[in-house]
């Protein structure tokens, strides 16, 4: 079996992204005589015609837009290995960085994180957007760089996962509330009025299992999207918040917290990235600093 032309990779990645023959041949600097013979070789080599005529322009065929995003990154990982490793001046790195977390997760973490790439890479910036789900879509096309989170059954395989710290929910009211003295019991928990955190809007979870094991139920008199808004609403009523409590502490300052008088699992906080960013030396230094900051804020 001859050895397939591997130079043909990048003309095809160049004819996905591009969609057209013209187009990709001035991209690559070939004619487009040149282009379109290297088309016609990329046809016969995969036994599909690729781009397809739909009036003036081309449409890519199902073939073609299954290949798209694998044959990207084997060109773009290729070029990585080929390329020699160069020392980061981060005095002189100019980057925007967008990262997916959850509020409670900025609000926490996010001023020391800020301090302490600004002092390291005046030109970086860090764009924070708001995990309102967990679609691995964005790690997967770029638009996200990093992301914290739990990692889930349907967390997609290939995304490079690292632990970040241990965590576990806690109750937390305002100063002055009921529960803020005295021993809390399952009933006295369970007897005050609940605000629950969902991103999808659902009441049931951890929580109202081990509860029902006991008899008993919460009053859950609202369903918020974040901790932030969650603690939020129980400083300014009698409402009780039930958060993470590693990821809330600075959002917690001049409330009442306290340990769940019912056992609910721990789970692990961790940072998640798209392996084609696995090498890139200004990627792993922002994820050091992501574990730095976390592991000194959490041991506090």
Request: hydrophobic share 40%; with cysteine.
């Amino acid at each position: 079996m001859s050895t397939p032309d591997l130079n043909l990779l990048i003309t095809l990645d160049v004819l996905l992204a591009e969609g057209s023959v013209a187009r990709a041949a001035r991209r690559l600097r070939l004619s487009p005589s040149a282009m379109s013979r290297a088309l016609a070789r990329l046809r016969e080599t995969t036994g599909d015609p690729l781009l397809v005529r739909a009036g003036r322009g081309l449409v890519p065929t199902p073939r073609a837009v299954e290949l798209r995003e694998r044959v990207s990154h084997v060109v773009e990982e290729g070029q990585t290995v080929l390329r020699p490793a160069e020392k980061l001046d981060l005095k002189r790195l100019v980057r925007t960085f967008t990262l997916r977390t959850s509020e409670g997760f900025v609000e926490n973490f996010g001023p020391d994180l800020i301090a302490l790439v600004g002092e390291e890479a005046p030109g970086v910036r860090l764009h924070f957007l708001q995990k309102a789900n967990k679609d691995s879509a964005p790690l997967r096309d770029g638009t996200v760089d990093l992301e914290t989170g739990v990692v889930e059954q349907t967390t997609a395989q290939e995304l490079r996962v690292q632990a970040l710290f241990r965590d576990r929910l806690i109750g937390v009211v305002r100063a002055g509330h009921s529960l803020s003295k005295g021993r809390i019991t399952p009933s006295r928990y369970a007897g005050g009025q609940h605000v629950s955190v969902s991103r999808q809007g659902l009441e049931k979870g951890p929580i109202e299992e081990a509860l029902q094991r006991l008899g008993l139920e919460r009053d859950i008199v609202t369903v918020v999207g974040g901790f932030a808004t969650a603690i939020a609403l129980a400083r300014a009523s009698d409402l009780i918040a039930t958060v993470p409590e590693h990821h809330t502490g600075i959002l917690r300052a001049g409330m009442h917290s306290f340990s769940l008088p019912v056992s609910t699992p721990e789970f692990t906080v961790s940072l998640l990235w798209h392996p084609r960013l696995d090498a890139d030396l200004a990627h792993r230094w922002l994820r050091g600093h992501v574990r730095q900051i976390c592991a000194a804020t959490t041991s506090r």
